[in-house]
């Protein structure tokens, strides 16, 4: 029984860097041989996986969003984290986390998944 939950603000201005944080209760993030996601769904538009950070904390990311994109971890906590810098209007978007046996996921029938929370980018 993994549990996930997304927490951070769910308001961000243009041009800062969106930060958001995973905790995981019910397993370990560093069990091999999962990986843990983060995943984001714009309005109107379909999920785009974002970057992923290993049991052993290699991290993998989207071509499209490397350059912006870092995913770390806090093994002491159990929660995994996601910075999104120089963000637009166009980064908002319901954003996941999740677990799942492979490095990217893009259906919710794969792995455990979040509720997801709302960030908005707005000035």
């Known amino acids: 029984q993994v549990q996930l939950q997304e927490s951070g603000p769910g308001l961000v201005k243009p041009s800062q860097t969106l930060s958001l944080t995973c905790t995981v209760s019910g397993g370990s993030i560093t069990t091999n041989y999962y990986y843990w996601s983060w995943i984001r769904q714009p309005p109107g538009k379909g999920l785009e996986w974002m970057g992923a950070?290993?049991?052993?904390?290699?991290?993998y990311y989207s071509p499209s969003l490397k350059r912006r994109t870092s995913i770390s971890r806090d093994t002491s906590k159990n929660q995994f984290t996601l910075q999104l810098s120089s963000v637009t209007p166009e980064d908002t978007a319901v954003y996941y986390c999740a677990r799942g046996d492979t490095i990217v996921l893009v259906t919710t029938t794969q792995g455990d998944w979040g509720q997801g929370t709302q960030v908005t980018v707005s000035s």
């Open positions: 950070i290993a049991y052993s904390g290699i991290t």
